[in-house]
């Protein structure tokens, strides 16, 4: 299994979809149980100068996800990817714990 993203252009997406698309994603956790490890990530700020600046924010969702979550990574375009690095990324939604099990491991 491997990590899935997907690019929202923060243009067109208001705030109140972006509530909406955290909602999505806490349903099918939660109607899937709260599965370990089924967390999104998303970009934590685009950095200045990088093509991403203030134009998209990038959602990432964990390899166990697309087993529960897949037709709303489909729903988005959504692409298969590296792990992104837990130091540009920050929790969005679902089980916090992968958050901290990163993090632990980036510290090595």
């Known amino acids: 299994m491997s990590w899935h993203k997907i690019d929202i ?3 067109k997406w208001s ?3 972006l509530v909406t698309f955290q909602q ?3 349903a099918l956790w939660d109607n899937s149980g709260c ?3 089924m967390t999104l990530l998303c970009d934590m700020l685009p950095k200045p100068g990088t093509e991403k600046h203030s134009t998209y924010i990038s959602f990432y969702f964990s390899p166990i996800s697309f ?3 897949f037709q709303l990574i489909s ?3 959504g692409v ?3 792990q992104p690095t837990i130091e540009d990324v920050a929790y969005f939604a679902g089980d916090r714990g992968l958050v901290d099990t990163l993090r632990s491991v980036s510290s090595l």
Do not use: L, R, W
Request: proline fraction near 10%; charged fraction near 45%.
């Open 35 to 37: 599965p370990k490890d």
């Open 67 to 69: 087993q529960y979550a």
């Open 80 to 82: 298969p990817c590296e």
């Open 75 to 77: 729903d988005y375009e």
């Open 24 to 26: 999505k994603f806490i």
């Open 9 to 11: 252009d923060n243009k």
């Open 15 to 17: 705030a109140g979809e």
